[in-house]
């Protein structure tokens, strides 16, 4: 039956995963949130930081790395940086997922995770860029790539416990 | 939102296998990654952009130049400062401004990047998403890895259509309509909530879907569509390897 223990389902963990990375590759390609100065981020982090935190860190890392590489796929010219997309956000949503599974609901290890999986982020981005665009552009993209994430941790922490909130059977859909 | 960055066609890369389309793509970044001069990776990007402009059209080799105008640049301007040894190409005073190496290094930095560009783009653009898991499910993708990007591939739509819906409605409960720029959480909070609890409120229905349907059953596994087979399929393979030496054959030679 569907209610006992659902994250154990295969059809489940299936259904979890497409629709949470289709999430994912929406707010990747069609929210953009202009910045104070100049150019566009992006709320994809938003996403992988709410599936690993609601729905665990292997939800976090296939649905996360998933929807970003079909998101850069679906770019066209970016289509290229797929590959790295899958690895690096799969990995930023496999750390935060491992480290609030510590504690459950713990805001410091929420926060702790989100930071972690930002710097992984961005350090991965830099080092794939450093082959294909040269160290120089690659440092340019850092501090973009940081606010995103920064803003991917805070809002992505605070949807989740909203969400939390207002739908209750998804606190038993962990695996 | 389209979920698709495919256009229907009928040129030779269109009628190329999928399989041998997927094993183009790792060819393309191992060619640019093989140690070379840059007049050779600078030729090789040119022979994959007139493959994009001869399947494609013309008109396509202008997209991606259009987004990533600003990372070459960047490119350009920010390669040489980092290799200033050796001899100087261009100095002003006793401030070298470009040396030999410099100039090598941003031309491999250029061809490579506008390669694997054009490359992924042509492979995108002539390529649909179907024959893509198809492909891959070839190669040896689980079913349910390919069931996965299936599902995601059709969800897509509906949910970026909720996503507008959502911001819509909740613009217009603010009274904020397009004015001003209310701070980011404010802003996207409601709305990402919103649409949040939507896309899991469909999870245990789409669950219930799948396993009326016999997803787990043990049984063997039919397939609406499939890829081509036969002799065109050994057509097409002949022609990747052709396309492995063409693009590998600084490393032959090395050797």
């Known amino acids: 039956m569907i209610d006992e223990q659902p994250a154990v389902s295969p059809a489940f963990r299936v259904a979890s995963i497409a629709i949470l990375a289709a999430v994912t590759t929406v707010l990747t390609r069609v929210v953009q949130v202009p910045l104070p100065a100049r150019g566009y981020i992006n709320l994809g982090d938003v996403a992988i930081v709410f599936t690993a935190i609601t729905l665990g860190p292997f939800s976090g890392a296939i649905s996360g790395g998933l929807g970003t590489a079909l998101a850069d796929l679906l770019s066209g010219p970016y289509a290229f940086w797929a590959p790295i997309s899958l690895f690096v956000h799969g990995l930023q949503g496999l750390l935060i997922g491992l480290i609030c599974r510590v504690r459950p609901g713990n805001l410091g290890l929420q926060v702790l995770g989100g930071v972690v999986g930002m710097a992984v982020m961005a350090g991965g981005y830099f080092l794939a860029g450093i082959f294909i665009e040269g160290a120089g552009p690659s440092l340019t993209e850092v501090p973009g790539n940081l606010i995103q994430g920064g803003v991917g941790v805070v809002l992505g922490i605070l949807v989740s416990a909203a969400v939390l909130r207002a739908y209750p059977p998804l606190r038993q859909w962990k695996w | ?255």
């Open chain 2, 1 to 255: 939102m389209i979920a698709e960055f495919y256009v229907p066609g009928a040129s030779f890369l269109h009628r190329w296998d999928a399989r041998a389309k997927l094993l183009f793509l790792p060819l393309v970044l191992a060619a640019f990654f093989v140690p070379s001069t840059p007049v050779v990776l600078l030729v090789l990007a040119a022979m994959i952009a007139a493959l994009v402009a001869i399947a494609l059209g013309p008109s396509q080799l202008l997209p991606p130049l259009k987004t990533l105008w600003p990372v070459l640049i960047l490119i350009t301007v920010l390669t040489p400062p980092f290799h200033l040894a050796g001899p100087a190409l261009i100095r002003v005073g006793t401030v070298t401004l470009l040396t030999h190496e410099a100039l090598a290094t941003t031309l491999t930095l250029l061809a490579r990047f506008l390669g694997i560009t054009y490359g992924f783009f042509a492979v995108v653009r002539a390529m649909s998403l179907d024959d893509l898991v198809l492909g891959l499910r070839w190669f040896g993708l689980p079913y349910s890895a390919c069931l996965v990007v299936t599902i995601t591939l059709r969800t897509i739509p509906a949910l970026a259509l909720t996503w507008h819906a959502v911001r819509d409605a909740h613009r217009l409960r603010a009274g904020r309509g397009d004015r001003g720029r209310p701070p980011v959480v404010k802003t996207y909070l409601p709305v990402l909530t919103s649409v949040m609890i939507e896309a899991v409120k469909g999870i245990p229905v789409l669950a219930m879907a799948l396993e009326s349907r016999g997803f787990g059953r043990r049984n063997p596994r039919t397939s609406f569509s499939g890829l081509k087979e036969g002799s065109r399929l050994f057509v097409d393979a002949a022609g990747l390897a052709a396309a492995a030496v063409a693009l590998l054959w600084p490393l032959v030679v090395r050797w």
